[in-house]
């Protein structure tokens, strides 16, 4: 029900907010103006740093992996270039800690910081998000051997020392909002997936719901003080519709239902009422209640009609699905095919079948959005200079791309490179598609020139096979 086209739609649409406000880590600066226990603070500071990467180093487990070293924070301190150049320079001078670092080793070993977490990591529910503020806190700087080499160090104060944890608390706190907050991320692109889901079924739902405000409306015709002889006597082609009675029988909808609490009529009945007056003037309503006969086909095909040319277009409809949900009007077009193919799939297998369609074709469908999203994250920078250097060569200006063409194009190029299954021409397509309903009319032609460009530059290098 929820196809590669879909997923790749959303995560475009969530990669676009995420990476236009992301927050990147950095490290503290030199202060400004410093003060001998300034220097003395941010010279110690970094060589903290430089002693979790030392001890990340030296904790193995069993085969050799080491757990500390694999976390994201020192992932993200090892990518900063202040780091990097004082790592070079202690290989070939000594590092002022050294003295601490097995009596550090050991502790970090021993603690119950350590052991929870890899208890945590080996139960698969490990977090290495705070196991490095808490070893720092609780471990780290209560070693005594190391607080004694504090002591030793030039300009050394114990006001020093406390500049020093600050800027630690203050890089740990960095460290959580600049994580590019992408487990929030995969949720809300999770949650919008789960919304998606939903649509189908309040789509399943609705001429069901539109029947039931039918039949109350007949039922208030019936018991007015003077009833006419069609209120006594009404048309009930409508309400005994053989595939209403199927969508309200079949036990896969009413699961869902039930387990979500869907509804339409308590909070929207005006907008149901106003709906169903707009489907009983039509024409399709008219010709339908005045056929001669009818029968499960053409109860069918009347709510497919219906749906095609009254409900997907009516303003009232579109406006409740904006409010109700951010991401239903994107949803719509693509979730509203597969509901009339499931109309179709209930005509064809007749009213007893169960032919609701699951939630997406197969496991790799299911984990398709996760996995890209996190390639173009993860690879971000590396498909950014794909692109620039590029366009270095061509007649596109780089300073005026839309950014949202920069963003279909790395997820893309995330598809492209690491989903070797998916054909390059289906990838390259799908994506200009997308580029000319969500950007500018000369994005597709953007695309197109650039993905063309890449590809065949990744394919000269080996990079991709295809």
Not at 92 to 114: Q, R
Not at 430 to 437: D, F, N, P, Q, V
């Amino acid at each position: 029900m929820i196809n590669r086209v879909l997923i790749r739609i959303k995560v475009i649409q969530l990669l676009y907010s995420y990476l236009l406000i992301e927050n990147h880590f950095m490290l503290e600066s030199q202060p400004s103006a410093p003060t001998k226990e300034k220097r003395f603070a941010y010279s110690l500071y970094l060589d903290m740093l430089v002693l979790m990467v030392r001890v990340a180093e030296e904790i193995e487990k069993r085969g050799g992996y080491r757990p500390l070293e694999d976390t994201r924070f020192i992932k993200k301190i090892l990518a900063d270039e202040k780091l990097k150049s004082l790592l070079g320079k202690y290989r070939y001078e000594a590092f002022p800690l050294e003295g601490a670092v097995s009596s550090v080793v050991d502790a970090v070993k021993e603690s119950g910081v350590y052991k929870n977490y890899i208890k945590n990591m080996d139960a698969d529910q490990g977090d290495d998000d705070q196991v490095w503020e808490r070893l720092f806190n609780l471990v780290i700087m209560v070693n005594p051997l190391l607080n004694n080499l504090f002591t030793r160090r030039e300009n050394y104060t114990l006001r020093g020392v406390d500049r020093m944890r600050e800027m630690m608390q203050t890089t740990f706190e960095n460290f959580y909002s600049s994580r590019d907050n992408i487990d929030d991320a995969l949720r809300t692109l999770a949650k919008s997936m789960d919304k998606a889901r939903e649509l189908y079924f309040r789509l399943l739902i609705l001429p069901v719901e539109l029947t039931n405000l039918r039949e109350m409306q007949l039922d208030d015709n019936r018991n007015k003080y003077v009833p006419t002889d069609e209120d006594l006597n009404p048309n009930m082609r409508f309400v005994d519709n053989q595939l209403v009675e199927a969508l309200r029988n079949d036990p896969d909808i009413n699961d869902y239902v039930e387990r979500n609490k869907l509804s339409w009529l308590p909070d929207e009945r005006v907008m149901l009422e106003r709906l169903l007056k707009e489907i009983m003037e039509s024409d399709i309503y008219y010709d339908y209640m005045n056929f001669p006969e009818t029968d499960y086909h053409t109860d069918c095909e009347f709510w497919r009609n219906v749906f095609k040319h009254i409900i997907f277009h009516s303003e009232e409809f579109l406006e409740t699905l904006e409010t109700q949900s951010v991401f239903w009007n994107d949803d719509l077009e693509i979730i509203g095919t597969f509901f009339l193919k499931t109309l179709k799939r209930f005509e064809e297998s007749g009213p007893d079948c169960h032919p609701i369609l699951p939630m997406y074709k197969d496991d790799e469908d299911a984990s398709f959005g996760r996995q890209l999203f996190s390639e173009v994250v993860k690879n971000k920078d590396v498909y950014r200079r794909y692109i620039h250097d590029t366009i270095k060569k061509d007649k596109w200006d780089a300073d005026r791309l839309a950014f949202m063409d920069v963003v279909i194009a790395m997820t893309a190029l995330a598809e492209i490179i690491n989903f070797p299954k998916i054909p390059l021409a289906v990838s390259i397509n799908e994506y200009i598609e997308i580029a000319k309903s969500y950007s500018t009319a000369k994005s597709g032609a953007f695309l197109n020139g650039i993905l063309y460009s890449i590809t065949n530059k990744l394919r000269e290098e080996g990079k991709i096979n295809k």
